[in-house]
């Protein structure tokens, strides 16, 4: 006989379950590639610029808000055309989940940014925001997922203690524009091909609303 | 009065339901994404998947990508059987506090 007590307990393992079994990709393995290539190339025109002594704070800024947008449309497009494959909505209550731990960490980013402090500081702060936002989702994101979060986070801190260290001796711009590249480039790549073959062979799902 | 006999003994047991609860949440699951989710081992989960496959409340599709996939997803009647289970347990609930 099952008494009230038992019933009670089971029917709070299975909904805990079936919050753990939500998984969802914020970011699509393929617009994470388009987005490092972008940056690593945007990276690396910011450095030959600064060694030229051409280029400005506010022409920094704008054109990384520029990839960001044009990358953040592209993975919408994505996420919904993979939605629809699998007949599921767009706005998956995987998304709200995910929005509702994203959306936090991105503002604080876009207030600060507004505040336009020094290059190599708003490089950190993006890198730490990005990496704060991708581990809001970790109670359902796939482990890739968490991982490129953590990376983010530590590569976040380390740019902040490198530019305490060498900022006398070295231009903000070249700083910024090669911690933009071989952050928000190469991660993004390393990450997008690793989630394609794990996806390839079955140890990961695309994308789970 | 509920009839306790009425609740799925096939379900019930741990193991099984964990698993019930788990293609209940997706439209399928590979083979290896249920084991690492439920830290069961191969034979176990194989065991408890074929008792539920032979009940005809699990399907399974065999795929070849690098390696060979096995997929498992609920049957119509497998998910009307967890779905009568549900119920049934919050109809004990129910009683027991009236």
């Avoid at chain 1, 704070?57 to 704008?62: D, G, R, T, Y």
């Avoid at chain 1, 993006?126 to 979060?149: D, K, N, R, V």
């Avoid at chain 2, 009425?6 to 249920?34: C, N, V, Y």
């Amino acid at each position: 006989m099952v008494t009230a007590n038992e019933a009670e307990t089971t029917l709070k393992t299975i909904r805990s379950l079936m919050e753990r079994a939500t998984i969802y990709r914020a970011v699509s393995a393929n617009t994470a590639i388009l987005g490092g290539v972008l940056a690593i190339a945007l990276g690396g025109w910011g450095v030959l610029t600064a060694c030229a002594q051409s280029g400005s704070e506010l022409n920094f800024v704008a054109s990384w808000i520029i990839v960001c947008i044009f990358v953040s449309v592209v993975n919408a497009v994505v996420l919904h055309k993979q939605a629809w494959l699998r007949n599921e909505p767009f706005i998956s209550p995987g998304m709200k989940l995910a929005l509702r731990g994203i959306i936090p960490p991105l503002l604080a980013g876009v207030a600060l940014t507004v505040m336009l402090p020094p290059i190599p500081v708003l490089v950190t702060l993006w890198m730490l925001f990005y990496g704060l936002a991708l581990l809001s989702t970790q109670e359902f994101a796939p482990s890739s997922i968490q991982w490129l979060g953590r990376a983010f986070v530590v590569i976040g801190i380390l740019t902040g203690l490198l530019w305490s260290l060498c900022h006398p001796y070295t231009n903000p711009q070249f700083f910024g524009s090669a911690a933009m590249g071989l952050s928000f480039g190469v991660l993004h790549v390393i990450y997008g091909i690793t989630t394609l073959r794990a996806v390839k062979t079955g140890r990961e799902t695309e994308a789970v609303a | 009065m509920l009839d306790f006999d009425k609740l799925d003994k096939l379900i019930h047991e741990k193991g099984r339901l964990s698993i019930m609860t788990l293609l209940a949440s997706r439209a399928e699951w590979p083979f290896q994404e249920l084991k690492a989710q439920l830290n069961m081992s191969d034979g176990n989960l194989i065991t408890h998947l074929r008792t539920l496959h032979q009940a005809g409340y699990v399907s399974f599709t065999k795929e070849m990508l690098d390696r060979p996939q096995t997929r498992y997803a609920l049957t119509t009647k497998g998910r009307q059987a967890f779905q009568v289970y549900l119920k049934l347990l919050e109809e004990i609930i129910k009683t027991s506090r009236s």
